[in-house]
Nanobody, 117 residues
């Protein structure tokens, strides 16, 4: 089992920035991918960004150039720096962990990001 806890959401004005954090605990497999997904009201959950240690990050087109994903030194954390936020970025953001050894996938409970003036 892997537990994921997100933090850093909140209310921000358009053009502002937020940094999301996700900490993983439990049975962490060293070869894994961590990332972020989001779900806006009335919409399906969508991919935002992911990163595997030692590999390049992947981003959704909608956030490329504005969001930056990174991994912590302890390798059990992932961060999402969000700049130039837009109202359409408003959503619940969910941390995701994938064990590349056995294919198991885990989700955090989410953190709400609201972009509004």
């Amino acid at each position: 089992q892997v537990q994921l806890v997100e933090s850093g959401g909140g209310l921000v004005q358009p053009g502002g920035s937020l940094r999301l954090s996700c900490s993983a605990s439990g049975s962490i497999f060293p070869i894994n991918v961590m990332g972020w997904y989001r779900q806006a009201p009335g919409k399906q959950r969508e991919f935002v960004a992911s990163i595997r240690i030692g590999n390049r990050a992947n981003y959704a087109i909608a956030v490329t150039g504005r969001f930056t994903i990174s991994r912590g030194n302890a390798r059990n954390a992932v961060y999402l720096q969000m700049n130039n936020l837009k109202p359409e970025d408003t959503a619940h953001y969910y941390c995701n962990y994938q064990n590349l050894g056995n294919g198991m996938e885990y989700w955090g409970k989410g953190t709400l990001v609201t972009v509004s003036s």
